[in-house]
């Protein structure tokens, strides 16, 4: 584990879909700078392997099987937090459903599909909340962390479940920070730019190269994320240099989305030009 300091020592967090990905970097992160984590999410054996690997480099770490899109399950994941850790500090939703349930515009998604992707994009930080704050409240403050995306700045079309509840996500930061200001709990979103996780890695860009490289070229900084640029945001966020942030949506995507310019456009075009045999990722 590498981490300048232990922060978070003695705090107790949650970190929903924290057996992969980038909740797996968060809660790794987490866990190296001192906190005692439970990893809740709905594959129990990755939720599980996620906890034995951090305690395994000398961090405090459980794993919950969660549905975050169900009341009960929910209730349940911050009950076994508080219960495992004595305290609860640290909320971070950052769970998210599969592709297929968030793909397709009005008329292609089905609604018992869209009630369900919004249980787990939206419904579940307030469940979180509901039932998260109390606790916090209890430890004399704390934060909670939404991890939104671009998607809910700028959309893209084909997308209506993944940019209504990623933008729906941000609004109830922001609300959530003013009720709970003064609790002490400080409320603030992340929206990442494309984060190349192991899913995403086997899923998309070990079968297309070029379609990385083509990626890769659209950010300024010469690279796409990588969990780990996540993960170092959420635990400013958390941190007490953070104090005074609140209802914020922190940006992480390498300037992508500072873009929106014809000569994007142009520049993506000119990149075709001179990498005729480029496939494209979708
Ligand atoms: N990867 C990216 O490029 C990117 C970009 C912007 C935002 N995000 C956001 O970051 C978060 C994590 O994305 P990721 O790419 O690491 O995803 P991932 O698929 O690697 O991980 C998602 C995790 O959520 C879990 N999960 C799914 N449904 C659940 C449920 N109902 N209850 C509990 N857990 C559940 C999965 O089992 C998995 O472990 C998501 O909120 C996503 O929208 C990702």
Redo the contacts with the bound molecule.
């Keep these: 584990m590498t981490a300048a300091t232990r922060q978070f020592e003695g705090c107790g967090a949650v970190v ?9 970097a968060i809660a790794e992160r987490l866990a190296a700078e001192g906190a005692s984590v439970l990893i ?4 129990a054996e ?2 599980n392997q996620r906890a034995a690997r951090i305690r395994d480099s000398g961090g405090t770490a459980a794993a919950c099987a ?4 169900e009341l009960d399950q929910v209730q349940a994941m911050i009950q076994t937090a508080v219960d495992r850790w004595g305290r609860l500090d640290i909320i971070v939703n ?5 592709m297929e349930a968030i793909t397709g515009g009005a008329e292609d998604v089905p609604p018992d599909v869209y009630d369900r992707a919004m ?3 939206v419904k ?1 930080s307030y469940l979180s909340a509901r039932f998260g704050v109390p606790h916090l409240r209890r430890a004399g403050g704390g934060s909670i962390v939404n ?5 809910g700045l700028l959309v893209a079309p084909g997308a209506l479940v ?1 940019e209504t509840g ?1 933008a729906a996500l941000i609004a109830a930061t922001r609300q959530m920070a003013v009720e709970y200001g003064r609790d002490g709990i400080r409320v603030n979103a992340i ?10 890695q086997a899923g998309i860009w070990d079968d297309n190269p070029s379609g990385f490289d083509f990626f890769t070229a659209q950010y300024p900084v010469g690279r796409c ?1 990588r ?1 780990e640029d ?1 993960a170092a945001a959420v635990a400013f966020l958390c941190s007490r240099d953070a104090s005074f942030i609140t209802g914020h949506t922190l940006v992480v995507d390498g300037g992508h989305s500072l873009q929106i310019q014809e000569n994007f456009g142009v520049a993506q075009a000119q990149y075709m030009r001179d990498h005729p045999d480029t496939q494209l990722p979708y």
């Design positions: 929903t879909g924290g057996a992969t990905g980038i909740g797996g809740a999410d709905i594959n990755g939720a969660t549905n975050v899109g950052n769970a998210y459903p599969a249980d787990v994009l579940a991890i939104s995306s671009i998607h993944y990623k929206a990442p730019g494309h984060i190349v996780t192991e899913n995403i994320g969990p996540i």
